[in-house]
């Protein structure tokens, strides 16, 4: 690879990170000087990066600016229904294809993550490792693919779901049974269980939301 695609994508990776862990929220304008110097990337690959996302929608015109995409609720009711199937039929693969190793991986990213309940911003991280985990177990690259762009676009919801009061042992309590079911290598209720959890998260953020319209 030259060395200018390899900025490129470097210079895309860093954007959507950066985006992904809440440096640039919803609403906020990016510039091409600010991200070159931020980053210490020339402005050539930081423009391309910023075309390549606004092209995937992460990214808005508003006039001349970029700023990063919102979700109103229609696209994040559309969102997590397709989020919900593919997660589903991820850990149903996982069930069937998953390794010994990949299991006992899961497991101990649930058991590590036990510690993190009272930290909604460390627990989002390592929930998205977890997901990605099981994406990743599930031994079907386009359905990686797919769940990759789905787990992109979340990034744009400028709040998580784990906030929510007591949400986070929740999920915890979700996501063993999520692993129980796969290392029993019971296809149907991993998927049903990840689907479960799904539409929990999904719920929980539209109580968020309407708790948030309430105050405004």
Known sequence: MNQHRSNQKDAYALILEAIDVGVYRPGD??????????F??????????LQRLETQ????????????ASLDHNQMAELYVVRRELEGLAARLAAQHATEEEIRVL????????QLV??????AKANRRFHE?????SHNRYLVQQLNLVHRTMALMATTSLAAKGRGKIAQSEHKGIVDAISRRDADAAADALKDHISIAFMTRLK????DRSKG
């Open 208 to 211: 968020q939301d309407a708790g």
């Open 107 to 114: 497991q101990e990213m649930v058991k590590a993550d036990d």
């Open 40 to 49: 210490g990337v020339s402005r050539t690959p930081i423009r391309e990066a």
């Open 29 to 38: 304008r990016l510039v091409e000087s600010d991200l070159a110097e931020r």
């Open 118 to 123: 009272d930290d909604p911003t460390e627990l």
């Open 133 to 137: 985990q099981i994406h990743l177990a």
């Open 57 to 68: 929608s992460l990214l808005e015109r508003d006039g001349r600016s970029l700023i990063v």
